[in-house]
């Protein structure tokens, strides 16, 4: 299977940061809201590799997606406030990632990330296709599910005809 | 002027209400199936089900020929979504937007929503003014200049009783507009002489206004 590619726009690429950081050995600050099955995967990897990671969730049960090793910070709280985002380090964030399962959330976290404590490489996930195209021309970050995902698909049947 | 509505909540329903008796082209856009049903029976074919959020509702919705569109949901990332995808997708000239919670006022602003009503500071403001015995009331804000317009009582123990108004060093950019002496009111001029008691209302820059408190009440 091919590595996902998301159709994020050009942006000096948090995958590269992330390599850079480790190559340099300095840790990244990372802020991700949402700990469902993606955030929590997303933290539990950058954790492992030694990032300093806080993750966001304004319910409390969703942490228990963390590992039990996890050394970062679980913060309860919306994503969409600013207080919350300050207790969750943001003013030192490097990479910022919006992944709750609301839409909506995730385009004002992000915002509020990239306008407001200009964090530097900012990824918002978009489920709605036209939302995201949006978003996307607005000059932020985005990852759609919904295109990626029905595209991975489709090439998997082809590729295997 | 065709105005869309995004959210039919107490207020969504009033302000369709409103602006239907006003004899505006008004389209209410409503989530919940039940609650449309309701309304249409009440307005008439203004109703329309569906996620206001979605691009393809505001399309089906003519968002492309509206004037206006007026997102009153009760969370602040769906009407800041739904203000943003209006226009810059379907370039409406003007938005509107509630603000829920008053943090988030500054941030609508800067991400470029036309228009923030918040409807908790509205009604802090609003009973604010009813407490007796406050010395400095916050009368109205207008955002855009970032200019303040309160109302003071001047202090028996302030600096500035007794001297008249071209005396007094006021902040900077300020002006006082009308003084309450008992039942008068004085529009002041450099000669009026200020005295204790005197309502004062003054327009300030958002920044100077707690100059301007220091200056009045306190001392």
């Known amino acids: 299977m091919r590595p996902v590619k998301c159709c994020s726009s050009g942006q000096d690429s948090s995958d590269a940061l992330f390599r850079r950081g480790h190559r340099i050995g300095i840790n990244v600050n990372v802020v991700i809201v949402g700990c469902g099955r993606v955030g929590a995967r997303i933290a539990a990897t950058l954790d492992q590799a030694g990032h300093r990671v806080s993750v966001v969730d304004s319910n409390p049960a969703a942490f228990r997606r963390l590992p039990q090793d996890f050394s970062g910070k679980a913060i309860v709280g919306t994503g969409i406030d600013e207080d919350v985002l300050k207790a969750a380090d943001i003013e030192e964030a490097d990479a910022f990632f919006a992944v709750t399962n609301g839409d909506n959330t995730n385009i004002m976290t992000a915002q509020v990330a990239q306008t407001i404590f200009e964090v530097q490489n900012v990824v918002a996930r978009i489920y709605d296709p036209v939302r995201e195209d949006t978003y996307r021309k607005m000059g932020i970050h985005t990852v759609c599910p919904t295109t990626t995902i029905a595209t991975l698909m489709i090439d998997e049947i082809q590729g295997g005809a | ?219």
């Not at chain 2, 988030?104 to 609003?126: A, C, K, M, Q």
């Open chain 2, 1 to 219: 002027m065709y105005i869309i509505v995004v959210g039919g909540g107490k207020v969504g329903y009033y302000l369709t209400k409103t602006l239907v008796h006003e004899g505006y082209e008004v389209l209410l856009i409503e989530k919940n199936p039940a609650k449309c049903e309701t309304y249409t029976e009440r307005f008439g074919a203004v109703v329309m089900n569906g996620d206001g959020a979605e691009a393809s509702t505001l399309a089906a919705a003519g968002a492309g020929r509206a004037d206006v569109v007026i997102s009153v949901t009760g969370h602040d990332e769906d009407n800041l979504v739904i203000c943003q995808l209006a226009m810059h997708r379907f370039k409406v000239k003007r938005t509107i937007a509630r603000v829920n919670n008053p943090k988030n006022e500054e941030l609508f602003r800067r991400l470029g929503v036309d228009v923030t009503v918040n409807p908790t500071s509205v009604i802090l403001s609003l009973i604010e003014q009813q407490i007796p015995d406050r010395h400095f009331v916050h009368l109205l804000a207008l955002r855009h200049a970032k200019l303040a317009v309160v109302e003071a009582s001047v202090a028996p123990e302030s600096s500035i009783c007794g001297r008249t108004v071209a005396e007094v060093r006021l902040p900077a950019e300020t002006s006082l507009i009308a003084i309450l002496r008992g039942s008068d009111v004085i529009i002041p001029t450099g000669q009026t002489r200020i005295m204790a008691g005197d309502e004062i209302i003054a327009i300030t820059r958002r920044e100077s206004e707690e100059q301007l408190r220091d200056l009045l009440v306190t001392n």
